[in-house]
């Protein structure tokens, strides 16, 4: 079945540092979403990711959708502690119905 | 700014019993998903409804599930004889259309179901 592979699962930074986030799906996506889930909170939708190649950003998070449509990535330069949270790949194969398939999530602390 | 909103926040019954998890999807959302996270796991896909129907279901939604909109506002999920690893968070969702372009789901608080 539909698997979407996330690493790492966690990951401590020190504010100001780099955080990396990949997914990867085992069959080609039609589109990819990340979403923030905050401790004790719900996923909150963050970028939906379409084209192949396609590269997107919001201010210090740049979002990457593979050529192949089987993999993404989440960069965020210079962590602040308020990029705290759990960050979740989710992929959908193209249905008009939206199931998402979820990553595992990669956890994210920051220390000030 | 319009959300989702789910009752109760917090559920706790005996193994065997029935519950019902309700949610308030957003008023111009076509298309609503139950999802479940077993704590500190990933999020799960339910089930997935539209026009009054089931559109899709995982495997995990056996016969002790049910979905329902009763109404023109609320969508419901039934465990019809809880066990005690359907203990987890329970999240609802919706989302306004079926172009690529709306395929934003929105999440709702989620109701912790805890089952004893």
């Known amino acids: 079945g539909q698997q979407v592979m996330q690493i790492p699962q966690y990951q401590h930074v020190q504010e100001g540092e780099d955080f990396t986030t990949y997914c990867n799906s085992s069959?080609?996506?039609?589109?990819i979403q990340w979403y923030k889930q905050r401790p004790g909170g719900h996923p909150v939708f963050l970028i939906q990711?379409?084209?192949?190649?396609e590269v997107k950003k919001q201010k210090r998070l740049t979002f990457q959708f593979g050529e192949a449509k089987k993999n993404s990535s989440l960069h965020i330069t210079a962590t602040q502690t308020t990029d705290v949270g759990t960050y979740f790949c989710?992929?959908?194969?193209?249905?008009?119905?939206?199931?998402?398939?979820f990553g595992r999530g990669t956890q994210l602390t920051v220390w000030p | 700014e319009p959300e989702v909103t789910q009752t109760p926040s917090h559920q706790v019954t005996q193994m065997g019993q029935e519950v019902i998890l309700r949610c308030v999807p957003i008023?111009?959302?076509?298309?609503f998903y139950w999802y479940r996270q077993i704590l500190g796991q990933k999020v799960e896909f339910l089930v997935s409804?539209?026009?009054?129907?089931?559109?899709?279901k995982s495997e995990i939604f056996d016969d002790q599930f049910s979905v329902e909109r009763p109404d023109g506002s609320n969508f419901t999920l039934k465990i019809r004889s809880t066990k005690l690893e359907d203990s987890a968070m329970y999240f609802c969702?919706?989302?306004?259309?079926?172009?690529?372009?709306?395929?934003?789901?929105?999440f709702g608080p989620g109701t912790r179901l805890t089952v004893l």
């Open positions: 969702a919706s989302r306004e259309g079926q172009l690529l372009s709306y395929n934003e789901q929105f």
């Open positions: 989710a992929g959908s194969r193209g249905s008009t119905l939206g199931r998402l398939y």
């Open positions: 990711l379409v084209k192949s190649g």
């Open positions: 008023s111009n959302h076509l298309y």
């Open positions: 069959t080609t996506l039609s589109n």
């Open positions: 409804f539209y026009n009054n129907e089931i559109s899709e």
